[in-house]
């Protein structure tokens, strides 16, 4: 596993200009569901000593890290350990971006089961994505779906 914090090395766009986005971290772990914990409490570690906001960091970041990771690891790269999950976190005082990308082809995100919906609700998986949803600010997703971004802001 490789740990690099740094201050961002290209210029940062407008919208991550105006968001206070100044240190970037990258990781890059196996896919070992063991891993996640470790590595989500070494990312917070790093945030709460900058983000004004530290219940956001202590609770929303750690659960909905956790829940992208896992998912990269089970759904995305099968559990397969000659696989990697990269993890690129772009920081402030009053925002967090974190992506979390993996080697497998992706799924349709726009298609995902409401988890809500009595047919879902005793499901063994399904909820990872809509958690993450509600306790981020903003989800996007790249086109072939097999990395997600995830923003939370705090002013």
Do not use: W
Not at 49 to 59: A, G, T
Not at 104 to 116: A, N, S
Request: net charge negative.
């Amino acid at each position: 596993m490789r740990l690099a914090v740094q201050p961002l090395l290209t210029a940062p766009d407008a919208r991550r200009q105006a968001e206070g986005l100044e240190l970037e971290l990258r990781l890059t772990l196996p896919s070992d569901v063991r891993l996640v914990e470790d590595v989500v409490e070494i990312v917070a570690r790093h945030l709460e000593q900058r983000f004004v906001d530290r219940h956001s960091v202590h609770f929303n970041l750690r659960v909905a890290l956790s829940e992208a990771l896992i998912n990269a690891i089970l759904y995305g790269n099968g559990q397969d350990d000659r696989k990697g999950v990269a993890l690129r976190v772009l920081f402030g005082r009053h925002a967090v971006e974190m992506e979390v990308t993996d080697e497998g082809d992706g799924f349709d995100y726009r298609i995902l089961p409401d988890p809500t919906l009595p047919a879902n609700r005793l499901r063994p998986c399904g909820r990872g994505v809509f958690l993450i949803r509600q306790l981020v600010d903003e989800v996007r997703f790249n086109d072939t779906g097999n990395s997600i971004c995830m923003i939370l802001r705090r002013t």
